[in-house]
């Protein structure tokens, strides 16, 4: 059936509210009686907490109440797990060690809250935080990954041997047999640091205790509404019903607010209750560069054997995994790193061993890309470093070793973040390649361009990077979809919005089924009142697997809505039609009912219902995937550098993606475009600098540097549609898909554009200043 | 606010055509201002510190970054935040156009790129695309990469000076 909605460029519902100030965010909730938070932080990234004395900071006035963790007492307990190590991998070792309310007795990383003080107003509360005395007694801290597991390594938590958070090891094949046929067997060490996701919307809790209808409302800035209602209910020793979590219009998430639960998430409502007052605590732009999660940190052993004619025979890639502090996370980015180390290629032969590493810094959880961008780094960086070799072309040897069509579903043999197995659903991975390089232009460019403009001084290069994306995981999310009295459509939905435009790309769904206009569908997500069954927004599954769900309970209503309307119109199912708002009989159009109409008539006020009846036209219906739908892409771009300055311009930037059903380009589009410029940071400008005392050094956005518009290329998207199999509406994600080659596909270009230097970039992310370090150091080797 | 300082100021400021007279602790930020006394809380706070953009609002017709004034520096003048621009039944034509060629997605830093574009617009109002991106290179966005904030512009600037 041709599609009239899903599939179309359609503007979106809740821009009209956003872009006049009318959409409420979560600093923008005002309760009467309302208190501030501010919290006491570490300086230190390690060290031993010998005396603490809040009595001033409790004198001073304004000032209703200071907590340590003492003052929990019995209620200071660490946050929950999130998520368990896997139980299919055999010899999996984990550690877990989890992030606590407030400090009790030692620091593990720089920016760790101490103590809360509770104000009037924020201004007295960051005041009387000056009056806390603290003294710590500094310890050595432990930064980097392999020294963390040397024998003297001092320890991040002391009740264990040593840093070792978690070692798990996976394999497909025989790598060593492998090896010994081969060719030719290239070795590299490869580092990659860490970014920071900074949303502009920093976090912020307000917690509502209402003692006389016990009742906490709690609104968070989290990615995942409904887990939070679930632990902090838990926590507080409520019943789940006694809980809302509102997460109303987010900042932007990339990653860091689907971390549960932050030390705060702990405290707010914890407070709220003790002191029978609304809580609001802010966090500012500081306190995100050292309290909000990060990522990325990893250094890789990769060894890749192949045939002289540049097949690849096995892939090896042990590696250190850097968790910080604490692993709520669990294995998340690491084991995404080892299902995307293997990209989009035909690889018999896979061994990886990767060990997970605690530190002194801050909590690391995924981080758009989420482990995916670090693998992708290394296959494509190995291949570049192979080709050159082996004297062949960088496209070529990608060709060769792409899956094949015919191949799908592709099974790597591992398992995956989700502990599913590594299936790679469906895709037609070449072509995808061939379009990306035919919208760069890369024959013409390679053949007549490049050598012009060489030829004229100039450091132009050009490079491509396929890459795939593991998304839409499960368990499940679900969807109540209602037609109402006035013939709107309602939809609750269970995840959480951060900018992603599920209101509109949601409402698409429901419209193309129910025959309603897309502006007539409203759209809910991230309250648990509405709600309260799901997961949260990450792992590029909203559309797909929200998606999905809202999808089958469209599919449930249509049902009864053609069945109650048959009876009505006295016409078969068949020969009825959604439309326009209303049910109509195909051949003889006058004959028809409103769809509100009809929705009144399934909600009688008298008069008796058939046994089993359900009242109203209201279906809710649950979506969870077998296993994750995979998508695949290809960037390429041109850049210029300019050798006197290091400095990059992006010439050209193209992305042709195939993530399966498209429910809106336009929505899309935006998702990569965003997915690239935070790519693009991860790949010249953002990284986190600490010092040998695990001091963040550019802890604010004037040192550290997001892409602004003068850095960001136009970016040309095409999109092809090899539909999945794994769902009804045949999507798969694309929320993180822009960010994830880009660091390969930028340490490629630069490397063409010095081909006469002989570079290799091991490292990611670079700087101007560390180009030219790296080319400096070549020079004098 | 509610604050424990003696010296409070008489302030007197005008916001989005309606004359507001307060008393205010000089220490308080145009930007907690709008949004806690005022409860005009579409102009955001990102960064604190004048980097980011999305606090920006038009003081006297021009663009200044609300986190980086006290409150009582705007005495006596007039204030446009993004709430003075449209309403969503009738939206400002730059508002139009960033909803048209979908300009937005979490939509926090869109007050402040509006209140940078409007004197953007009457001072240059048929910019080319690199103009554009200097106009706005002060903003911070993290979720559009910023092209189809450029193509909004554009379109809004096709559309008001036709």
Redesign the interface.
């Known amino acids: 059936m041709e599609k009239k909605l899903i599939g179309k460029r359609i503007?979106?519902n809740?821009?009209?509210?956003?872009?006049?100030?009318?959409?409420?965010?979560v600093?923008?909730v005002?309760i009467p009686g309302m208190l501030h938070a501010a919290f006491l932080r570490s300086d230190h990234a390690h060290a031993r907490l010998s005396s603490l004395d809040v009595s001033a900071a409790r004198r001073y006035?304004?000032v209703v109440a200071v907590f340590t963790a003492e003052d929990m007492g019995e209620d200071w307990s660490p946050g929950p797990p999130l998520v368990s190590p896997p139980p299919t991998v055999k010899d999996v070792v984990f550690h877990s060690r989890r992030q606590v309310p407030l400090v009790k007795d030692k620091v593990r990383h720089a920016g760790e809250a101490i103590a809360l003080v509770i104000a009037?107003?924020r201004?007295?509360a960051e005041d009387a935080v000056e009056e806390i005395e603290l003294e710590l007694e500094p310890l050595p801290a432990v930064l980097d990954l392999e020294k963390a597991l040397e024998a003297e390594s001092c320890l991040v938590h002391e009740d264990l041997e040593s840093n070792l958070a978690a070692r798990l090891f996976q394999k497909k094949g025989n790598y060593e047999a492998a090896r010994k046929e081969a060719g030719l067997v290239v070795r590299r060490r490869i580092v990659i640091e860490r970014g920071a996701a900074?949303?502009?919307?920093?976090r912020g809790i307000v917690a509502h205790w209402d003692a006389k209808s016990q009742h906490l409302t709690m609104w968070d800035t989290t990615q995942a509404p409904i887990p939070i209602r679930n632990g902090t209910a838990a926590r507080l020793g409520l019943s789940e019903h006694q809980v809302r979590v509102i997460a109303p219009?987010?900042?932007?998430?990339?990653g860091p607010k689907i971390m549960m639960f932050y030390p705060e998430e702990m405290l707010i409502p914890w407070v709220a209750m003790k002191l029978n007052r609304p809580i609001k605590w802010i966090e500012?732009?500081r306190e995100n560069f050292y309290a909000t999660t990060q990522e990325r940190g990893q250094v890789h052993d990769v060894e890749i054997a192949l045939s002289r004619d540049g097949q690849i025979l096995g892939l090896k890639d042990d590696f250190l995994h850097d968790t910080g502090a604490y692993d709520p996370y669990g294995l998340t980015i690491p084991l995404n790193t080892q299902s995307h180390v293997m990209g989009g290629y035909d690889i018999k032969n896979f061994s990886s061993d990767f060990k997970v590493v605690f530190t002194n810094k801050t909590i690391v959880t995924p981080v758009r890309g989420a482990g995916r961008p670090q693998g992708i780094f290394i296959i494509e960086r190995i291949l570049d470093i192979a080709a050159a070799e082996l004297g062949m072309d960088r496209v070529e040897i990608r060709k060769r070793n792409l899956i094949p069509p015919q191949a799908f579903p592709y099974q790597h043999e591992i398992i995956d973040q989700a502990f599913a197995p590594l299936i790679l659903d469906s895709g037609n991975y070449k072509v995808v390649v061939d379009k990306a390089l035919e919208m760069i232009g890369y024959e013409a460019f390679v053949k007549t361009e490049q050598p012009r403009l060489r030829k004229e001084g100039k450091y132009v290069g050009i490079g491509i990077a396929p890459f795939i994306e593991t998304t839409g995981v499960g368990p499940y999310e679900g969807a109540r979809v209602t037609i109402e009295a006035s013939g709107k459509v309602n939809v609750a939905t269970g995840i959480g919005t951060?900018?992603?435009?599920h209101f509109t790309s949601f409402a698409q769904i429901v419209a193309e089924q129910l025959g309603v206009k897309v502006s007539d569908v409203r759209i809910v997500t991230g309250d648990t009142a509405e709600f309260h069954w799901g997961t949260g927004t990450f792992a590029s599954r909203g559309a797909v697997v929200a998606g999905n769900a809202v999808h089958a309970a469209c599919t449930l209503v249509r049902k009864k809505v053609l069945k109650l309307a048959s009876k009505v119109l006295e016409a078969p199912e068949g020969e009825l039609e959604l439309d326009n708002g209303l049910v109509r009989v195909a051949d003889i159009p006058q004959k028809s009912i409103r769809l509100g109409e009809l929705a009144m008539l399934a909600n009688p006020l008298r008069g008796a219902v058939e046994p089993g009846t359900e009242p109203g036209l209201e279906s809710t219906a649950y979506f969870g995937p077998q296993y994750g739908a995979t998508a695949f892409g290809g960037h390429a771009m041109i850049l210029e550098l300019d050798p006197e300055t290091m400095m990059v311009t992006i010439k050209r930037y193209v992305v042709a993606e195939d993530c399966g059903t498209v429910l809106n380009p336009?929505?899309l589009?935006?998702?990569i475009?965003?997915?690239?410029?935070?790519g693009i940071g991860n790949s010249y400008y953002e990284k986190l600098h600490f010092d040998e005392n695990g001091q963040l050094l550019n802890a604010?956005?004037?040192d550290y540097l997001?892409?602004?518009?003068?850095e960001?290329p136009?970016?040309e998207v095409a999109h092809l549609e090899t539909p999945s199999s794994l769902n009804e509406l045949g999507s798969k994600g694309a929320g993180e898909a822009?960010a994830i080659p880009v660091p390969a596909l930028f340490a490629q270009a630069l490397e063409n554009a010095l081909h006469d230097r002989k570079l290799e970039i091991l490292e990611m992310p670079l700087s101007p200043n560390r180009l030219f370090e790296l080319i400096h150091a070549k020079e004098t080797q | 606010m509610k604050t424990t300082a003696q010296n409070l100021f008489d302030l007197s400021v005008t916001v989005n055509g309606t004359r507001y007279e307060q008393a205010v602790e000089p220490r308080t930020l145009l930007s907690d201002f709008l949004r806690h006394e005022l409860g005009l809380t579409g102009t955001h706070v990102g960064c604190e510190h004048g980097v980011c953009g999305a606090c920006t609002v038009l003081l006297n017709g021009e663009s200044v970054r609300s986190c980086l004034m006290f409150a009582v520096q705007a005495h006596g003048r007039e204030i446009t935040t993004v709430e003075g621009l449209g309403t969503i039944e009738k939206l400002h034509p730059i508002q139009e156009a960033f909803h048209e060629a979908h300009g937005l997605q979490c939509g926090f830093c869109t007050p402040g790129i509006l209140t940078t574009v409007v004197p953007f617009l009457e001072q240059n109002p048929h910019p080319s695309e690199e103009e554009i991106r200097e106009a706005i290179s002060g903003n911070v966005c993290r979720c559009t990469g910023y092209q189809h904030i450029v193509d909004a512009i554009k379109l809004a600037s096709d559309r008001m000076n036709k």
Not at chain 1, 198 to 202: F, H, Q, S, V
Not at chain 1, 249 to 254: D, E, L, N, R
Not at chain 1, 498 to 501: K, N
């Open positions: 503007v979106r809740e821009d009209p509210r956003l872009l006049t100030g009318q959409a409420q965010f600093d923008d005002e006035p304004g009037e107003s201004y007295i900074a949303a502009m919307e920093n219009f987010i900042g932007g998430g990339f500012d732009r951060q900018g992603q435009g336009l929505i589009e935006g998702q475009h965003g997915g690239v410029s935070m604010s956005f004037a997001l892409a602004s518009s003068t960001m136009r970016v822009g």
